[in-house]
């Protein structure tokens, strides 16, 4: 059903940006998918996704990145953002101590509105402004351990632990996609080439496949 013939990739993997306005998640997305950076964006300029197409662990990953269009100024993102997600990239910007203190809030959210299995990758971006500095990397580092994220600075500016980022987060998830796979006892093992992945508990597939 989700798998289809001939696609140049393995999985399709819908990964959300989160974070306060400002925090440089539509940077992360441009220097990650375009390799360029902005120094004045405008938070109505976004694009709805953008993707790119990586090797891990010898699979072809195709990353679908969605960036939010300003909405989170407003708190009105809509669980349409959320729907499908296996991970999050969560954003704060360590130079503002609220973006980071809001992190919990964006947690909330993604509890309500977001699959309970999907992976979040902390990220405290502009790790080049370190003169400006109001959050300390220890202290990145031990909300990360107490609410069991993956954390790195990062640099959108710089391209500093961008690619990282993401390989962290996708391999994360490649990791219990093949789990799940295992654990189906399906004698076909992965799913299928081209397979949209979806780690949702919820659904009665266990191969999690399929989406429209
Ligand atoms: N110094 C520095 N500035 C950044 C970085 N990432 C983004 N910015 C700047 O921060 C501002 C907000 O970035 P933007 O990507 O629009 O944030 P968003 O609202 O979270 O999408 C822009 O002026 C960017 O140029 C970074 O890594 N370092
Ligand atoms: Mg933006």
């Known amino acids: 059903m989700g798998s289809k013939i001939d696609q140049d990739y393995d999985y399709l993997l ?5 974070g306060d306005s400002g925090v440089g998640k539509s940077n992360i997305l441009s220097r990650f998918t375009r390799n360029e950076f902005y120094l004045e964006s405008k ?4 694009v709805e996704f953008a993707t790119r197409t990586l090797q891990v662990e010898g699979k072809t990953i195709k990353a679908q990145i969605w960036d939010t269009a300003g909405q989170e100024r407003y708190r009105a993102i809509t669980s349409a953002y959320y729907r499908g997600a296996v991970g999050a990239l969560l954003v704060y910007d360590i130079t503002k101590r609220p973006t980071f203190d809001n992190v919990q809030r964006w947690l909330r959210e993604l509890r309500a509105n977001a699959d309970s299995n999907i ?16 959050v300390t990397a220890e202290d990145g580092q031990s909300l990360a351990e107490k609410e069991g994220l993956s954390f790195l600075e990062t640099s959108a500016l710089e391209a ?4 990282k980022a993401f390989q962290t987060i996708l391999t994360e998830i490649y990791h219990i996609i093949s ?3 295992l654990a189906t006892q399906d004698p076909n093992g992965l799913p299928g080439k081209g397979t949209t992945i979806n780690i949702g508990d919820s659904s009665a597939n266990t191969t999690g496949c399929c989406s429209s």
Not at 14 to 18: A, H, P, S, T, Y
Not at 43 to 46: E, S
Not at 119 to 134: E, F, I, P, Y
């Open 14 to 18: 819908k990964i959300v940006l989160i």
């Open 43 to 46: 938070a109505t300029i976004g």
């Open 119 to 134: 992976v979040v990758l902390m990220a405290g971006n502009k790790s080049d402004l370190d003169h400006l500095r109001a």
């Open 160 to 163: 500093v632990n961008i690619e």
């Open 179 to 181: 789990k799940k796979a």
